[in-house]
C-alpha cells in the first residue's frame, strides 16, 4: 500500500510564452511550479528552479548548495543517474543538507530510484523525480512500495497534469452505523467477485450497494474459513447490479468492473486508497438481500450467501453474510440522494427503491 499523503506534483510548464497564462489558469491543486520565476511573479505559485529568486532552489554542484545555505534558501540537488557513483553522490548530497533531491533518470529509472529511495526514506531529504506523462507519474509514487515523494510533470496539457492529480487523490467517506431492518434470501443469480492488484488488510474492503447514495462496506477475503484460504485481494463485492464509486467520482455497476478498472479501498475509519482491478470474475451463486438504514436513509445491498463474504461491525469486528440478522449494525455510507447519469452524480429528482 503507498500512503499518498504528503506526495507532491510539481509541473515544468512547457507551454510557450503566449500560452502560458492560459496554461496556469487552468491548473488546479498544483501550488509548486518548475519555472523561472520571473515568469510567474504576482501569482500564487511556489517556484523550484535554477535561480537564486526561486522559492526553492536547484543546485547541481555542492558549492552552490553551500551559497543558498548562507543566503537563507531552501535548496535542493539535482542529479541525472548514470552509475552507482551518482546514486552515492545523491546520498552525500543528503547528509550535506539538501532538502530535497531531484533524480534524474532517463534509462533504468525504477532501479536507481529504488536504490536511491531504500538509502534517503529515514532522511529528511524528499526524493523528486521527473515524468512526461500522468502514466510515469504513476509508476513514480509507487516505486519500492513508498514512492518517491514528488513527481516534476513536464507538460503543456491541462488534462494530462488532472490525469497525473488523481494519482494523489484520495476521499475520506464518511462511514456511519448501519441498522439492519431486513435479511431475505433471494435466490440465484450473479454476482461479481472482484480481484485487485492490491493487497487488503484488516478492515479493509469495498462499498457496495443498490443506491449510489447508500452503501455497505463489504470485508475484503483476507479472513479464511475451514475450507478456504485467505486471499486479501479480494473482495466478493455483490450482485452484478450492485454500485461501487471510482476513483473518478462517478459510480460503476459491479458488471462493468474489468482487469485494469481503478476502484476504491476504504477502510472502516472511511479513508480510502486506490487499487487496479486484475480481474472480475462473474459467476451463480445463491444470494442474500440485506436492507438496512443510516440516519433516515434506507438502501439495500445484495450479496453472495457464503461465509467468506462480510461486513465490518461498529467494534471492527467481522460479521458474516450468513449471520447477518435484524438489528444488527455495521458500516456503511449514505448522503442525500441525487440523480446519476452513466455514473456521473447529476442534480435531478430521483426515487430508487
Not at 4 to 27: C, G
Not at 53 to 63: E, R, S, Y
Not at 84 to 101: H, P, Q, R
Request: proline letters at 3%; charged letters at 25%; one cysteine or more.
Amino acid at each position: 500500500m503507498v500512503d499518498q499523503k504528503n506526495k507532491e506534483l510539481i509541473v515544468r510548464p512547457t507551454a510557450q510564452k503566449a500560452a502560458l497564462d492560459r496554461f496556469l489558469s487552468k491548473l488546479k491543486g498544483v501550488t509548486v511550479l518548475n519555472i523561472d520565476p520571473k515568469l510567474v511573479a504576482g501569482k500564487k505559485f511556489q517556484t523550484i528552479h535554477e535561480s537564486p529568486d526561486a522559492d526553492m532552489v536547484v543546485c547541481k554542484t555542492f558549492d552552490q548548495m553551500k551559497q543558498a545555505g548562507s543566503a537563507g534558501k531552501v535548496f535542493g540537488y539535482y542529479k541525472k543517474v548514470l552509475s552507482n557513483a551518482d546514486v552515492d553522490e545523491i546520498k552525500k548530497a543528503s547528509e550535506a543538507g539538501a532538502s530535497f533531491v531531484i533524480v534524474d533518470a532517463d534509462d533504468w529509472k525504477i532501479i536507481p530510484l529504488e536504490n536511491i529511495i531504500a538509502k534517503l526514506h529515514r532522511s529528511k531529504t524528499r526524493v523528486y523525480t521527473t515524468a512526461s506523462s500522468s502514466k510515469e507519474v504513476a509508476t513514480m509514487f509507487s516505486v519500492l512500495e513508498l514512492g518517491v515523494d514528488g513527481v516534476i510533470l513536464s507538460t503543456a496539457s491541462e488534462d494530462e497534469v488532472e490525469k497525473a492529480s488523481q494519482q494523489l487523490s484520495s476521499t475520506r467517506f464518511p462511514i456511519k452505523v448501519a441498522r439492519v431492518v431486513e435479511v431475505k434470501d433471494v435466490g440465484t443469480g450473479e454476482r461479481v467477485c472482484v480481484d485487485t492488484a492490491s493487497m487488503m488488510g484488516m478492515g479493509e474492503g469495498m462499498l457496495v450497494g443498490s443506491r449510489s447514495n447508500f452503501m455497505l462496506l463489504v470485508h475484503n477475503e483476507s479472513v479464511g474459513s475451514s475450507f478456504t484460504s485467505p486471499r486479501p485481494f479480494r473482495v466478493n463485492a455483490g450482485a452484478v447490479y450492485c454500485y461501487t464509486i471510482t476513483p473518478d467520482g462517478n459510480t460503476r455497476y459491479l458488471s462493468e468492473l474489468e482487469s485494469g478498472t481503478d476502484v476504491w479501498i476504504v477502510n472502516k475509519d472511511g479513508m480510502s486508497r486506490k487499487a487496479t482491478v486484475g480481474r472480475s470474475k462473474i459467476e451463480t451463486r445463491p444470494l442474500r438481500l440485506i436492507r438496512a438504514e443510516i440516519e433516515g436513509e434506507s438502501g439495500t445491498v445484495i450479496l453472495q450467501n457464503a461465509e467468506t463474504i462480510r461486513l465490518i461491525k461498529p467494534d471492527g469486528k467481522l460479521l458474516s453474510v450468513t449471520e447477518v440478522k435484524v438489528g444488527d449494525e455495521v458500516l456503511g455510507f449514505a448522503k442525500p440522494a441525487s440523480g446519476r447519469h452513466f455514473g456521473m452524480e447529476v442534480d435531478e429528482y430521483i426515487v430508487e427503491k
